[in-house]
């Protein structure tokens, strides 16, 4: 069963291990008939799209449950919405066949909302957004496993506009290849040679590649 | 506005999720329409608040009423401390964010001494006055409860009202009297004068003390006609009529005890000399399997969670332990639950229980023998022997554990070094016990683990008349142990900071003197004091010694049989003539039967069917 939920603003402190074993308690509240792991330590076998950083909104949050029996999304939306808090509630749910590719490898993108915390810095990169897009790479230092690495985010971010004191982004999220939002505010301070403001961060979408076009992840 | 600030606080704090609240079962009752808000404060870090029980049983007995409404507050660590002093905002509950001194009654829990300076910083930090004289008629009710209440003396300055007892009708009948009171429009003295009246609860405006000039007590006593002389405890008889949760708060981030407690009964017949919460609880009082059973059920669907301890004083006394285990287990099956005995004692008939416990996950099990001989454990009436001790751990390594934890006390009265060499030996048969299963029948990495904390003498235990070991003694103890369990393979050894140990002594007997050093200690910066990185011995002897208050005086010194003690205004059911026979009888290491094999007339039979061992 693939669901889509919400971790609500004053959940975007609690990070992704939280999350997992937040839901792992709901879905045993809900009584839903969920498939366990086998082994030592059984655990229900739930995976996340991906993880969502620890101080972001998510709005569209995706995550993939194996049931042990047929349920219909209607009666796991609403056992599941019983069970969980008022912060995290799950907006619709589909079912999944057994053998569909893990999420993590259908996600190809993310739609980022980043609310830039001082007016005067949102103004000036919001007006410098064309010229940052237009350089011809953006090279940003980034970890790897053997230390920092150089790497052009340009062709991670596929747009980037501004919104009010918002830029709305959407960024590569491909295993391996992922742009984080503050990596793209990062870069941006960086070009203007100015202190990086503080930002809250609301991933709104999370998108698979369907024939060349960007859709979201659950209409796959 | 607050809430705003809050959440910019929580983009720089470590551990943010101590402070979000909204958790799954908390309460969401409406401010506005509440009679009475309480503001449960517990001072110690959200992960340790959380994991109390005392904690989640009071919650659900003030939200269970209609007229009045509870919220958690903790203690912040010390980077949100400073955020909030930083950005002026006020302590404020986890549920609704508002400010402390905006409920109409800030309760704290007492769990242990050296907690108290966080009450202070509590207080401080919701810009309530400390001291109980300089609040104002809208300040709130400051009230406390929990074992330490029974001595309340150190904290006498900076709470209107102590409860004393079993909280879940007590709370509700203080919250009661509050609510009528603001309601016909008392003043704040006239309000602590009615309170004075509700069972188990002291307050300690109305009562002067005198002291002789060798600093001991000249006298107690109240002085207007609406406080008792004695502040008898609250007692519950039956703790099936009386409020469990069925629902819990579950914690986002982990907490220390991240389970379901499941409160088996209350008290303990053991008798243990050193141990207050073995007189403090009497008597017993256990819950019905079937109520327990039914609790189990209901708190494992509302919480989801894979864990459930069955706790109290002495579990492996419970009376239907085997039935409960194997009913819990049964309903449980498929749910992937574990049920674990916490304070699992050496002498119980458990094997077959604690089998049937391991159809789940194994972890270290625990005992305590307290004392490292047999003379040393009579002193102490631990009605536990070497083979005893030897049979459980060699069951225990047969049946794949690997693990094993010992605890001791050092600087129990009477102990001599062969005490301790007592220690190293058990550690040493309890290795040789694991080395005695067959190589491919045992489990695998053997620890035996031995702490060993220092002794506190207790109000309210035969020790309270007792010296505490000085800290010289205890430093020469802790070095002698260490070498001597050097020598055994497989053990290792833990101790603990003696300087906290010292202190809490000075609490846990001190008078209301204690309260000027406490208060000029947490002026001086002290706070977190049971966290290691935080406690400053020296900045708590600049205080004692500012005060003009010497320290030996509450932990050094031996107490005549006679003395005025600080905390003899309080009847806990226990009298103090039985503790007074219990230490002439540790003094000769003579034992005191189990109250389940008969009554040994310690002050509850006083109350005609509370105990049912009594008579």
Redesign the interface.
Known sequence: MMAVFEKS???R???HL??Q??M??????S?LPVK?SQG???HILVTFASALS??AIGRREIMDVTMAEDVTPEAFVSAMNG?????MQISCAKTMDDRHPSLTSMLYAAEFEIRIMDEDAAQRMIASLDSFMAQEQIITLRKSKSGMKEVDMKPLVYSVQGEGATLRAVLSQAEGSSCKPDMLVNALCAFLSMDTP?VIVTRSMLMGQDEGRMVPLETL | MISEKI??M??KVQK??RY?????NTAVKSWDEAELRFAFCFPDTYEVGMSHLGMKILYAAINAQPWSLCERVCMPWVDMMALMQEENVPLFSLESRHPINEFDVVGFTLQYEMSYTNVLAMLKMGNIPLRREDRREEDPIVVAGGPCAFNPEPLADFIDAFMVGDGEEQIVELNAVIRDARKDGLSRQELLKKLASVRGVYVPALYDVTYHEDGTIASFAPNCPEAPEKVLKAILTDLDSVIYPKEIP?P???IIHDRIMLEIMRGCTRGCRFCAAGMLYRPVRERSLEHLVELACSLE??????EISLSSLSSGDYTCLAELIRELLKRMQG??VAISLPSLRLDSVLKESLEATQQE?KTSLTFAPEAGTQRLRDVINKGITEADLMEKASDAFAGGWSSVKLYFMMGLPTETYEDLDGIADLARKVVGAYFAVPKGQRAKGLRVTCSASVFVPKPFTPFQWEPQDTLEEVQRKQLHLRDALRQVKGANFNYHESGLSFMEACFARGDRRMGQVLLRAFEKGCMLDGWNEHFKYDTWLEAFDECGVDPAFYAYRRREKDEILPWDFIDSGVTKEFLWREKQKADNAQTTKDCRQGCNGCGLQRFKGVCKFCG
């Open positions: 603003e004053r959940l402190h609690i990070g939280d999350i074993r937040t792992q308690r709901a879905l045993r509240r009584g366990y030592f330590n059984p620890t101080g069970a969980l808090p008022p912060d503080r | 959440e910019a929580l983009e943010a999720p979000t609240g909204g958790e799954m579950v986002y981030t982990e669907k509302s919480t989801g969670y894979e749910k992937h996950r």
